[in-house]
């Protein structure tokens, strides 16, 4: 009788079929996962590739002095001149590029499909911690706040999204700002006139970080940490709450207002763009204080880097570059979804 009670208590082990079927699917799973990371990966490359040249010249017009370049048009020509096309317009590309680290990953609490493409044409989102913060903001929410969705299938507000947009962007800051600080440099650097058989003081990322560290330690690489935060906080909550307003306005619904389909690729791309430029409007300012932070020689502050800057041409001198800065959304949307599509078509005909 024991035994009989033994046997009938003794878990059942799979069949040989169930386990081959949890293997295949577990395969399928890691596989997916692993083109998603791909596709995501050409996608910030294609961003970064597209976008970086408008980034220049907003940092080359938010650095350079009073009556360099008469503006945006100027920069670029005098750029191409000076250095040549690619190595001109591309210069200090090899900081973001690095960065870009595909977000596309599975998490029990990852973010919306159209969210997670749309948020790589924002450098400073290229790192998956920025999902990691997002996700933590979001926690943070469920736990502290009682008008909280209580399931997955109910949407946040518009400014709990915003919320953790903003959370997100305090975990980033260990990444961004000396990877900012790296691009700076080198964007900047071709701007000086060389004289016969000088060479430039930075022959490239690496030697860069590397003489910054000899000239101050980990808090010359850091420079400008706390106004990166400043701009990512407040630029991060207003770029998640406009691309979820938009996604939300422009999603299909049924007769009842309940969603009823997903976003086109038009849809998400339109989407993204306003909400990279939506993201730029409360924060340049403070993106001219960091440029110039990050760029200064010897030991600047960022008190006597807003005065210098008021001195030097009142409101309008925090201004610089901001034309280039918001036309630079669409684009780096277009190329980031055009990368992705991309990827993922030719991972279906290999695979």
């Known amino acids: 009788m024991s035994s009989s009670s033994s046997s009938s208590s003794s878990p059942t082990l799979p069949s ?13 799973s890691t596989l997916s996962g692993l083109r998603s990371l791909a ?39 005098k750029t191409i001149a000076r250095e040549g096309l690619t190595r001109g317009l591309y210069a200090g590309v090899s900081a973001p590029l690095v960065g870009v680290t595909p977000m596309c990953k599975n998490s029990p609490h990852a973010p919306s499909p159209e969210l997670k493409r749309i948020i790589l044409t924002y450098p400073n989102f290229t790192v998956a911690v920025s999902f990691w913060g997002y996700d933590m903001g979001k926690s943070l929410i469920r736990t502290f706040s009682p008008s909280a969705p209580l399931t997955p299938s109910q949407p946040f507000t518009i400014a709990q999204v915003s919320f953790a947009g903003f959370f997100s962007a305090i975990p980033m800051t260990l990444i961004t700002a000396p990877f ?41 690489v850091f420079r400008g ?47 993204g763009g306003a909400a990279g430029v939506a993201m730029w409007i409360p924060v340049f300012p403070i993106d001219t204080v960091k440029s110039r ?59």
């Open 16 to 28: 040989a079929e169930e386990v081959k079927a949890e293997v295949v699917a577990a395969s399928k």
């Open 39 to 77: 596709a995501g990966g050409v996608g910030g490359v294609c961003a970064v590739i597209v976008g970086h040249p408008f980034d220049l010249v907003k940092v080359r017009l938010q650095t350079a002095e009073k009556g360099v370049y008469t503006g945006a048009i100027d920069v670029v020509r």
């Open 225 to 271: 940490s706390a106004m990166t935060l400043a701009r990512d906080g407040p630029g991060s909550a207003a770029y998640f709450a406009t691309y979820e307003y938009i996604k939300r306005k422009m999603t299909p619904k049924d007769g009842n207002g309940n969603p009823s389909g997903d976003l086109s690729l038009t849809a998400v791309m339109t989407a």
């Open 293 to 351: 932070l990050q760029s200064a020689e010897g030991r600047p502050t960022i008190g006597g880097t807003i005065s210098g800057l008021y001195r030097s041409g009142g409101l309008r001198a925090f201004f610089p570059g901001m034309g280039p800065a918001m036309a630079r959304a669409v684009p780096a949307n277009a190329a980031t979804f055009l990368g992705v599509e991309l990827a993922h078509k030719a991972m279906d005909k290999m695979f």
């Open 180 to 220: 900012e600080r790296v691009k700076v440099l080198l964007q900047i650097q071709g701007q000086k006139t060389l004289a016969p058989g000088e060479k430039p003081r930075y022959s490239g990322g690496l030697d860069v970080v590397r003489q910054l560290y000899k000239e101050g330690g980990v808090k010359s």
